[in-house]
């Protein structure tokens, strides 16, 4: 898949394929423990790298990956989301994580939905998921706006087998009806 010049637009948001110019923003995101907390927890500016290299080198293997999220109004980076997919994950999933200055303000469920229609209509994807700790209400709350409803509990892949995680999910029909009801 090409990505040269692939933008989502919403309302408030513009993403596109994460690249190396995103990195400072990146790490500042991957530093703050608040952030960070349900994401496997602070990272150093190496790892940070390493994971904005495991995204890019996505793109460019399984033709998708998470997109950098910049408000339209003032072009800051304000985080990442996307379709989701490593080996051994538990499925197709559409994940969103923003910089904290950023929480609150509806950008996750923004971003998240122009994601999912991506996935549904560019990969063809039939089902859309959403692992999520069982302590993190505002993802749970963030996946129910979405239409996800809560599948049970589920297991990732090492290294974060370990990590309670919980399958929050929705066919592609059911999201096609939810879609609408974000709308209205």
């Known amino acids: 898949m090409a990505i040269d010049g692939l933008e989502l637009l919403t309302d408030r948001l513009r993403l596109r394929p994460v690249r190396g110019e995103d990195f400072e923003a990146w790490a500042a995101f ?19 790298w390493r994971g904005l290299l495991t995204v890019v080198g996505a793109w460019h293997v399984q033709g998708f990956s998470f997109f950098s999220v910049f408000e ?6 304000v985080g990442r ?3 989701w997919q490593p080996e ?3 499925g197709t999933e559409v994940g969103y994580s923003l910089a904290r200055d950023a929480w609150g303000r509806g950008y996750a469920t923004e971003a998240a939905a ?11 994807w039939t089902d859309i998921i959403q692992t999520i700790a069982p302590d993190n209400l505002p993802s ?5 706006r979405l239409g996800a409803t809560l599948r049970g509990p589920c297991r990732l892949p090492p290294p974060y087998e370990n990590q309670p995680a919980q399958l929050w999910g929705q066919t592609r029909g059911q999201w096609r009806q939810n879609r609408l009801a974000l709308r209205a």
């Open 72 to 77: 339209r109004d003032t072009g800051r980076w």
């Open 140 to 144: 749970q709350a963030v996946a129910r």
């Open 114 to 124: 122009a994601c999912i229609d991506w996935a549904v209509d560019h990969l063809g």
């Open 30 to 48: 991957s530093a703050d423990p608040v952030a960070m907390h349900h994401l496997g927890g602070v990272q150093p500016r190496a790892v940070a």
């Open 81 to 83: 989301a996307g379709p």
């Open 88 to 90: 051994g994950w538990p």
